[in-house]
């Protein structure tokens, strides 16, 4: 049945059960062609779709809310996945590193992009409230 769902990674959303892709291959791993994924349960493979599968990698909330369950069942699958396949969850993990250290970058350029408008802002405050005019006034 899950090959009948076969779905691209970047199709993927929030409101869809992940089942991983039988064609494609996302950031250098594919779910079913390795074995050490191949010996994971399907709920397993879900929950590591729906963690890794979106380009920024979710949150183990959106991950829960996207498979449908509570965020306890997606920690308690990732436990039992380091616990008896070690090569697997190494795997996840390398990948998720890398979406979420991608996110963090993003996230630091937003900010600092927002540190400047907001300095650049309260400068002009400065200015006016010494001098009584805007500094492109004059």
């Known amino acids: 049945m899950e090959r009948a769902i076969a779905m691209h990674w970047d199709r993927v959303c929030a409101t869809t059960i992940v089942t991983p892709c039988y064609t494609h291959k996302r950031d250098g791993i594919c779910m079913t062609s390795t074995p050490e994924f191949a010996i994971l349960s399907s709920m397993q493979r879900q929950v590591i779709g729906a963690?890794?599968?979106d380009r920024g990698g979710r949150t183990y909330r959106a991950a829960a809310e996207a498979l449908g369950v509570h965020v306890g069942t997606v920690y308690e699958h990732l436990r039992r996945i380091r616990q008896r396949h070690p090569e697997a969850y190494a795997a996840v993990m390398a990948v998720r590193r890398q979406q979420l250290t991608a996110r963090h970058v993003d996230a630091l350029k937003r900010d600092r992009?927002?540190?400047?408008?907001?300095?650049?802002?309260?400068r002009n405050w400065e200015h006016y409230d010494r001098f009584g005019y805007w500094p492109w006034e004059r």
């Open 113 to 122: 992009a927002h540190t400047r408008k907001w300095l650049r802002r309260r």
């Open 51 to 53: 963690l890794i599968g």
